[in-house]
């Protein structure tokens, strides 16, 4: 097994939150379960899940329950 790498986080598409129908609909990262405001980067995944970017990229990279490297 290999860290997560990167590159890998490199192709997953990002958008920024232009006007109240995108936050409306997304309403909040459940990574750091704030609410999504205008202006916001967005990392959204091939299932249409969506996350603050930072969040995701914090998140993927180190497991928060045992405080490692995310393996695949």
Same mark, same amino acid.
């Not at 290999?2 to 958008?15: A, F, H, K, R």
């Not at 091939?46 to 393996?71: G, K, N, Q, T, Y």
């Given at each position: 097994m290999?860290?997560?790498?990167l590159?890998?986080?490199?192709?997953?598409?990002?958008?920024?939150?232009l006007?109240a %129908?995108h936050v409306k609909i =997304?309403?909040?990262c #459940?990574?750091?379960?704030?609410?999504?405001c205008?202006?916001?980067?967005v990392?959204?995944l091939?299932?249409?899940?969506a996350?603050?970017?930072?969040? %995701?990229?914090?998140w993927i =990279?180190?497991?928060? #329950?045992?405080?490692?490297v995310?393996f695949?």
């Amino acid at each position: 097994m290999e860290p997560v790498s990167l590159e890998l986080l490199d192709v997953l598409p990002t958008s920024v939150l232009l006007n109240a %129908f995108h936050v409306k609909i =997304l309403d909040q990262c #459940v990574i750091c379960m704030e609410k999504y405001c205008i202006g916001d980067e967005v990392i959204r995944l091939p299932c249409f899940h969506a996350f603050h970017d930072h969040c %995701f990229v914090d998140w993927i =990279l180190e497991c928060r #329950v045992v405080e490692s490297v995310v393996f695949y």
